[in-house]
């Protein structure tokens, strides 16, 4: 409901205007119960009601908590549903991934519009 100034709203969503990049950072193993096709689904769906042209700005997935077991089958399905989008699988408590992470933000934020 952020669109709506549900919780933080529009001061959040304000904020995001800012960005070049949008970086969605799931929790690929859905240990909190939650499922991260879902969870970056509707972020989506609220900037796209925020604003039309923010949603069509670049944006890639951080998918973190790969070191646990479930987030293998979730990363799986993170990219089937996703197939076009850059997603980078981390494990940010070991460090896991982030040289990789690195190496792909690299080039977008260079080539993001400002």
């Not at 070049?20 to 909190?32: K, M, P, Q, Y």
């Not at 076009?84 to 993001?112: Q, R």
Request: glycine residues 6%; contains cysteine.
């Amino acid at each position: 409901g952020a669109h709506e100034n549900v919780g933080l709203g529009h001061q959040f969503l304000r904020h995001i205007w800012r960005c070049r990049l949008l970086i969605f950072v799931v929790d690929t193993a859905g240990s909190e119960g939650r499922d991260p096709i879902t969870d970056i689904e509707k972020l989506r769906t609220e900037i796209k009601l925020y604003d039309e042209e923010m949603s069509k700005r670049p944006w890639i997935i951080v998918a973190n908590k790969m070191d646990l077991p479930e987030a293998e089958e979730n990363f799986k399905q993170l990219k089937e549903r996703f197939p076009n989008v850059i997603i980078v699988p981390v494990c940010a408590e070991l460090e896991e991934g982030i040289p990789e992470l690195k190496k792909v933000l690299d080039p977008l934020i260079g080539s993001a519009p400002k």
